[in-house]
């Protein structure tokens, strides 16, 4: 058992920080060598001792490690008086977050493959246009992903659109399909957009929304129709089904919002 030069200070042996951390004493006695991290003590047998200062620096260079930065870098970033400590862990925080983002979507694409083994069902591109026609399912994905990849609503869109098969993706559509007609009879019939007969069809167009991808509240369908009249591709998408239609089932979602109190 090591001794401690004094039994005043709480330091801690090389064997207890690796308890401690989970950083190996391997590790530890690397950082030392190499002059990253030095305990600031040793017992009179010359073991090294580590001060809650150490630990604290300790702290910042597994965390910069997690984020796979090298050993160099990280001495760069530790060193000099200038080292800010709050500003090292807000910048932590942003690259663990960032790295989540990733990381959820690496999930959900294995998720997507694992249905894909598991069902023997796999969407060629060739199904998609089967289904989906000229909308481009993989770019409409990719945008998702950079827009609200870090949301709870887009993570939660993934995991239940990575258990999905041909055949659930062209039920779907088959719903959309029957919303816009129903819309554009409307339309034609010269149904105002706040007529409850419209706002009843932008009602089971959130909740089709709710029930397929995620959790989609009143408020968050009036976001959901902003963008059908500021973004060109939204609103070009619903002129495709009628003239009209994407200022139209942007003033029915609105109004159905409005009337539920």
Known sequence: MESRANEDRHDLTVSEVSRLTGASVRALHH???????????????????????DLERLQEILLFRELEIPLDDIATLLSGGAFDRRAALELQREM?????????AL???VERAINAERTG???????MFEVFGDFDVEAHEAEAEERWGGSDAYKESSRRAAKYTKADWERFKAESEQIGTDTARLMDEGVPADDPRAMDLAEQARLQIDTWFYPCSHEMHVDLAGMYIADPRFTATYEKIHEGMARYWHDAIVANAARQG
């Not at 950082?31 to 200062?53: F, H, I, K, M, Q």
């Not at 069902?121 to 060739?126: A, G, S, Y």
Request: aromatic share 8%; net charge neutral; glycine share 4%.
């Open 96 to 104: 663990l977050l960032q790295k989540a983002v990733r990381t959820e």
């Open 121 to 127: 069902v796999r969407m060629t591109k060739e199904e």
């Open 107 to 109: 999930i959900a694409s």
């Open 31 to 53: 950082y030392d060598e190499v002059g990253l991290l030095t305990p600031s003590a040793r017992t009179a047998a010359g073991y090294r001792l580590y001060s809650d200062a």
